[in-house]
């Protein structure tokens, strides 16, 4: 249906669309210091000074964080901020791909994350992550949360796979669910499941932080709200690091909330600030759809 309007002579024609100033700050000035609160005491990851660069471009610039113990810390901004970049440096998950480089210092409890001679695998293991798209393995329930268990040598009886596998389905909130089909392919469960299902062989292998890169993009309300409690949940056992779009899924499962802007992290602080009282005029623009 075609809306009508009376143009200046009083005469009928199609509507014209509106224009609207959203750009009303300088989004392109530098951002010379982060605001705020972007350090915290009993720190359980500390960044300082953190660059990164894919080939000759750099994506991250001069960054400084720390995650604190059994907090979750939501990083927002718009698309291509760098958010993503940064939460793949944390388990190094940047090294997969070519031409990428990180610098800087990056810290779990104390121990350097880059250091020459840091095994990845057990790096990883400490520092699990739950990706954009839910990803089982073409394997049944049972051996999707089982594998990591295998292969890092943390059980191999039955029973005790038994019991990991009960368990962490349980922190997932998913036995419930499948206990009485743990023998059928992870794919075949719906998507919410099958994103809980991946956080439960996250947390199988028991972690001690979780990174979470958009784990509700591809989920309905019903799901997203499941894992949202999920993230709260889990915040008693473990330290939590989630990249989000949303802004309402910000202000609900973290503590802490970071703003990034063209791979500047411009404020951090506690997140009913952030949200209510922001320090910095990008992130104020931002919060309010000015700009993004």
Same mark, same amino acid.
């Given at each position: 249906?075609?809306?009508?309007?009376?143009?200046?002579?009083?005469?009928?024609?199609?509507?014209?669309?509106?224009?609207?100033?959203?750009?009303?700050?300088?989004?392109?000035?530098?951002?010379? #210091?982060?605001?705020?609160? &972007?350090?915290? *005491?009993?720190?359980? !990851? /500390?960044? $300082?000074?953190?660059? =990164? +660069?894919?080939?000759?471009?750099?994506?991250?610039?001069?960054?400084?964080?720390?995650?604190?113990?059994?907090?979750?810390?939501?990083?927002?901004?718009?698309?291509?901020?760098?958010?993503?970049?940064?939460?793949?440096?944390?388990?190094?998950?940047?090294?997969?791909?070519?031409?990428?480089?990180?610098?800087?210092?990056?810290?779990?409890?104390? #121990?350097?994350?880059?250091? &020459?001679?840091? *095994?990845?695998?057990? !790096? /990883?293991? $400490?520092?699990?992550? =739950? +990706?954009?798209?839910?990803?089982?393995?073409?394997?049944?329930?049972?051996?999707?949360?089982?594998?990591?268990?295998?292969?890092?040598?943390?059980?191999?009886?039955?029973?005790?796979?038994?019991?990991?596998?009960?368990?962490?389905?349980?922190?997932?909130?998913?036995?419930?669910?499948?206990?009485?089909?743990?023998?059928?392919?992870?794919?075949?469960?719906?998507?919410?499941?099958?994103?809980?299902?991946?956080?439960?062989?996250?947390?199988?292998?028991?972690?001690?932080?979780?990174?979470?890169?958009?784990?509700?993009?591809?989920?309905?309300?019903?799901?997203?709200?499941?894992?949202?409690?999920?993230?709260?949940?889990?915040?008693?056992?473990?330290?939590?690091?989630?990249?989000?779009?949303?802004?309402?899924?910000?202000?609900?499962?973290?503590?802490?909330?970071?703003?990034?802007?063209?791979?500047?992290?411009?404020?951090?602080?506690?997140?009913?600030?952030?949200?209510?009282?922001?320090?910095?005029?990008?992130?104020?623009?931002?919060?309010?759809?000015?700009?993004?």
């Amino acid at each position: 249906m075609t809306t009508m309007t009376l143009d200046a002579a009083g005469q009928t024609g199609a509507a014209q669309p509106k224009t609207v100033e959203r750009e009303t700050v300088d989004t392109q000035r530098k951002v010379t #210091e982060t605001v705020g609160r &972007p350090l915290c *005491d009993n720190a359980k !990851l /500390r960044m $300082r000074n953190v660059n =990164v +660069f894919y080939g000759e471009a750099q994506a991250i610039h001069n960054v400084s964080l720390d995650i604190g113990r059994n907090e979750v810390v939501a990083m927002i901004g718009p698309s291509g901020c760098g958010k993503s970049t940064f939460l793949r440096c944390l388990n190094r998950m940047n090294d997969t791909i070519e031409g990428c480089r990180v610098e800087g210092e990056l810290t779990l409890d104390g #121990e350097p994350i880059y250091g &020459p001679k840091v *095994d990845v695998v057990p !790096l /990883r293991a $400490r520092v699990g992550m =739950v +990706f954009q798209k839910p990803n089982p393995f073409p394997k049944s329930i049972y051996d999707n949360v089982a594998y990591g268990p295998k292969i890092h040598g943390i059980a191999s009886r039955r029973a005790e796979l038994d019991e990991i596998v009960e368990n962490s389905l349980r922190r997932a909130g998913l036995w419930n669910e499948v206990k009485d089909r743990l023998d059928k392919p992870g794919t075949g469960l719906s998507g919410g499941q099958q994103q809980r299902l991946c956080i439960a062989r996250a947390i199988a292998v028991s972690p001690e932080v979780i990174l979470m890169d958009e784990p509700c993009s591809a989920l309905d309300p019903i799901a997203t709200a499941r894992i949202e409690e999920l993230i709260d949940e889990l915040r008693e056992n473990y330290t939590i690091a989630i990249v989000t779009h949303s802004m309402q899924q910000a202000a609900r499962v973290s503590q802490r909330t970071a703003y990034f802007h063209l791979g500047h992290l411009v404020e951090v602080n506690d997140t009913e600030m952030v949200f209510t009282n922001p320090q910095h005029e990008l992130t104020e623009a931002y919060i309010t759809g000015r700009f993004g």
